[in-house]
């Protein structure tokens, strides 16, 4: 099966510091990575939608300055949390998919991000 | 408007207690419906994919069917170890673009 790595799996930082998330597709190549921010017991919320060598495409309410999101290959996207707050902390998870049609999205593992 | 929602929020279960989870769509320019399993802390890992009416998917004890309007998953004798959240997502395509829909999960609890 597709294999999606996320690192860090936790992070603690201190308020205004800035956090970088990586996100890899292990043994296929994802044009398109999504980013997810899940709050306890609740269900996914997608923040973004990063496209290789383009514009990620933010969801309403999401801060793209904020959110800094960069796909510079077709196997790395990573997700910036910059001038991180404690209202930051949350479970982060980012997925890909081997197609952009009928295909499932394969997701990391995800990141516990605490901002003191 | 495209939604997904899932039934029930919660379930236990006793152990050998079959049941079923419920997953119902309105969508336009369905393209697939997928179920993933979520255990807590870790990422959601894909079960399974179905794409038209009448299609089911089996893997050990689950059973995933899908109808025009809804999908199931069945659990035959689950035991503690399928205590998980079970997500159900689908993929819509609208003017070219596609997206997922999630539904809300069902946080199931098997006790032995």
């Known amino acids: 099966g597709a294999v999606v790595s996320q690192h860090p799996s936790w992070v603690i930082c201190k308020s205004g510091t800035s956090v970088k998330i990586e996100c890899r597709s292990l043994d296929f190549q994802a044009t398109t990575m999504f980013w997810y921010r899940q709050f306890p017991k609740q269900s996914l919320m997608l923040m973004a939608t990063s496209n290789e060598g383009s514009k990620a495409t933010y969801e309403q309410g999401v801060e793209k300055d904020k959110f800094l999101i960069n796909h510079a290959s077709l196997t790395l996207s990573t997700l910036t949390v910059t001038s991180a707050h404690p209202e930051d902390s949350s479970f982060y998870i980012c997925s890909a998919s081997r197609s952009s049609y009928n295909s499932p999205l394969h997701f990391g593992n995800g990141t516990r991000l605490t901002v003191t | 408007e495209d939604q997904v929602t899932q039934s029930p929020e919660a379930l236990r279960l006793q152990e050998g207690e079959s049941s079923s989870l419920n997953c119902s769509y309105t969508?336009?320019?369905?393209?697939?419906l997928f179920w993933y399993r979520q255990d807590p802390g870790k990422g959601p890992e894909f079960l399974f994919t179905?794409?038209?009416a009448g299609e089911e998917k089996e893997k050990e004890r689950l059973k995933a069917t899908l109808t025009k309007k809804e999908s199931f998953l069945h659990i035959t004798a689950p035991k503690p170890e399928d205590s998980a959240t079970y997500l159900c997502?689908?993929?819509?395509?609208?003017?070219?673009?596609?997206?997922?829909?999630f539904g809300t999960g069902t946080r199931l609890k098997v006790l032995a």
């Open positions: 179905l794409y038209s």
């Open positions: 969508v336009s320019g369905l393209r697939g």
């Open positions: 997502a689908v993929q819509a395509e609208t003017s070219g673009t596609y997206k997922y829909i």
